[in-house]
Each structure stands twice: as structure tokens, then as C-alpha cells.
């Protein structure tokens, strides 16, 4: 599942470069901005099935999504098996309590809730298994959305100084789409009756547009035009995922990792603001911005347990260093900074990623399968408040479910998480024209998944006679 969740604003932390000495933010003010859209990211896989047990899937893997978490786990698939996922989500975001200074004066913004969804297909694939001198090999290509930057907003912002006196009203409207793809070929193979290895090549592709639309009203005046700021961006890159799976009847544990790499990153700037001087509309477009980008690896390691012939428990842990994510373009101001924070001496923080979850068949029967599941998870972000330090840790619940008939398997999950924080924000893009000072208080974050899975199991004398015609002929 993406991001998990759709990580909002993933290009933009630290991508600005000023376009022009007047009307463009330098880019530490732009990402105090930016970062507002900023929900989860967390580096995870795909399925209704593991979210439904809390994401902890390292050591089971047993089906499509195994691509996405463990590719060892692609080596169980005894049967040629197409998959689809998708995923929708309603977020609430929300800004309690915050008080500031504007021109010396202290001051109070009203609270704001922003809502909104959406949904999309997340995963695909095509899974192959055959028989190499008795034991079990699987060959599998698929799509995945990793990272989601699905985000809308609408706002109204009152600044309001002691004794009730207006001082500045502002609407911000927030835009952001596109995301991160995953395209991946994976291998898994079974060594022994107790041991299955797996590697995928990843290709990572991406694109996301960024609009901030404001307009601002002073001392009841009607609302004029404040900023206009967008940002286009690409993303690509290639790595490699490798899994190692020990299985018994009693207990699974495996091993993944995901390989640094370097990542081509492209932006585009525009802004629209008032000149200062004259009062007119100050357009600046930049050229096409390139710059590469130290992508950190992901280690993750996981237990599952055999309970009973009907239950199962699981428990993973990953790591990613993304205090490693940083520019590296020679003889530029990109060079070491972080690409969260956009700061060579990051507070970005490492990121520990737990995961619990337990599956039930609550009923197995000749022609049907029925598991129920619940999982609890705790995965902190790297980005953290650069006034205030604090961090933002989402953590949750999640239930699923899920019936097999014959050859279909269907699985549904929810997947939900909160966060709590003490921080600081811009009220808009102050730094060209509106409050141009930063505020104090507290931001709730609260976020709903739902997921649908769908596995077709296919006939694999069928599969198998369809592919020796297509490369062998006859």
C-alpha cells in the first residue's frame, strides 16, 4: 500500500531554487509550505491481505504482494495467478491553538480542519511458477503504487490580534497529484523444503504537480490576489530488492533489503505574485532543473509464528536512514543537502518501522476459506517540525478479512492511524505576501484506508502451453 500513506508533497521538500530576486521564496521558506501537505511515508508494500494484519508480511509472503515485501515469498505460489489492488482513503487534517506574532503584534489564528479522499488501483500482476529439478520457481512483473501525492485543500486563514482586530484574512487553495511507481520483475526460488531466496529489479518512475493559490483580504478590503506557486517534478531511479525466507511448521523468519541508488530528480518552478513596487503581476518561470539524489536502502526483518493449523501471528521490523537522502550535484546549493529538510545538517530522522498482526481461519471448508485479521503498527516519519522538533509518528489499527472460492480469492482491510504533534507553520506562503510570521500550536492528522484485493488462480497446463507457444512456437 502506498506510502503508506500517500506521502503528500514527496518532491517538493527543499526543491525550489530561487527564480527571481524578488518574487520567489528561497527554498528553506518554501518547504516550511510544502512540508503543511506532507502526510505518511513510510516505504512498505502492497495487499489487503498484510494490511489487514498490521503490514507484517516479511516472513509469510505467500501471495502476489510477496513482490512488494519479500520476494523470497514469491518461491510458495504453486499456481500461475493474476492480482489486482485498490486502495482509497479519507484524511483529516487539522490546526488547533496557534498563536504568533505579526508585525510585533501577538496573534491568534483560527483553528482550520481540511478533508479530503480519493482512491486508485495500487498493485497488479502476473505471477508464473514452474519445476526446476523438483523444487519450486516463480517468475512474477508488476506495478505497484509506492508513493501516492493525491492532496487537496481549501482554506480559510483569520488572523486576529488581541481586542479582536482583523488583522489579515487569507483563502489557500492546495493542489497536489501524481505519485511514485514501482515496476518490478522478481525471481523466487525454492533452495531447499525450508529455505526460498527471491531478488526484484525495480524501476522507479514518478511525476507530481504542486499549485498554492491565495488570495488575501486587509482591514476588510475585498480579497485580491496574493501568490500563485507550482512546481512539476520527475522522478527515476532503479534498485534491487532481495529476501531470504526459513520456514517449519512452526515458525517462518525473513530477511529483506532494498538497495540504495541514485535517483534523477527534474523540477520546474512558476510563480505569480505582486511586485512590491509597482503593483503588478510578477511572473517567473525557470528552466528545467536536474539533480541527483542519494536514495537510501531499507532493511526489514520479520517473524511469523504457527499458532495452530488455523492461526497465525506476525511481527516485522524495517529501518530506513533517510538522514542519506540528500542532492548530490557538485558545485550547486543542492550538493548535501537532505531532500526533506533541504539542510546539510538535517534533523531528518531515521525511521523504525513496527508492524504486528494475527490471521484466523474462522472457517475451512471443502469449497471455502474464510480468515479474519487485526494488526497494530507504529511507523514514525522522517520529516520533523523545524521550529519545534517534534515528529510525526503515525500509529493505528487495521482489521481485515477475506473468503477463497475455488480459484478467486477476494480480501478486504481497513488501515487506520493517527498523529498528534506540537509544531509550527507558515499561515500561507507567507514569504511572498501573506501573515509573514510563524505560528505556534497543535496539528492533528487522522487517516482512513480501505483496500480490495483480488487473486485469480489460472490453469497452469493452460499458462504453461500458452507461453512454449509464444517463445517456442508450434
Known sequence: MPSRFPSTCFFLAGALVPLGAQATPDPGRFFLLTQQARTAFTVQGAGARATGTGGAF?????????????PAGLA????????????????????????GQVSGSPTTFEDTTNKDRGAALSFASLAV???????????????QRIF??????????????????????INQQVRQSGGVNLYSMGLGAELTARILVGVSVNAWQGASEFTSYSQRTTSGINQIFDSDLRQA?????????????????????????RTPFTARYVFTDTTTTVDSTSGNLSHQAGQATGANIDWPETLGVGL?????????????????????????????????VNWFDFQKATRVRDTEDLHLGTEVLAWVGSRVV????????????????????????????TLGCGIKFKDLTLDAALKVASNRR?????????????????????????????????????????????????????
Open 148 to 169: 501516492d501525492f493525491s492532496y487537496s485543500s481549501a482554506v480559510d486563514y483569520l488572523a486576529e490580534a488581541n481586542g479582536g482586530l482583523t488583522t489579515q484574512g
Open 370 to 397: 474464510i480468515p479474519v485479521r487485526v494488526g497494530f503498527f507504529r511507523e514514525p516519519q522522517p520529516i520533523v517540525d523545524g521550529q519545534t522538533g517534534a515528529q510525526r509518528v503515525l500509529t493505528g489499527w
Open 76 to 99: 510458495q505460489l504453486l499456481r500461475p495467478e493474476a492480482s489486482v489492488v485498490a486502495q482509497g482513503y479519507a484524511r483529516s487534517l487539522t490546526f488547533q491553538g496557534f498563536t
Open 58 to 70: 516479511i516472513a509469510i509472503a505467500d501471495d502476489a504482494t510477496a513482490i512488494s515485501y519479500n
Open 304 to 336: 511469523g509464528l504457527h499458532l495452530g493449523p488455523r492461526w497465525l501471528a506476525m511481527a516485522d521490523w524495517s529501518r530506513t536512514p533517510w538522514s542519506k537522502a540528500r542532492f548530490r550535484d557538485s558545485g550547486t546549493t543542492l550538493d548535501g
Open 129 to 143: 511458477p514452474w519445476k526446476v529439478d523438483g523444487r519450486n520457481v516463480v517468475f512474477l512483473m508488476s506495478y
Open 422 to 474: 506540537a509544531t509550527s507553520r507558515y499561515n500561507t506562503d507567507a514569504p511572498i505576501g501573506g501573515v509573514a510570521s510563524t505560528a505556534f500550536g497543535q496539528e492533528g492528522l487522522a487517516e482512513r484506508w480501505f483496500l480490495v484485493s483480488l487473486i485469480y488462480q489460472l490453469d497452469t497446463a493452460k499458462v504453461h502451453k500458452a507461453l512454449s507457444w509464444f517463445f517456442v512456437g508450434g
Open 233 to 257: 517534478s520527475s522522478f527515476r531511479g532503479v534498485d534491487a530488492t532481495l529476501g531470504v525466507i526459513w520456514r517449519s511448521q512452526w515458525l517462518n523468519a525473513g530477511v529483506v533489503y
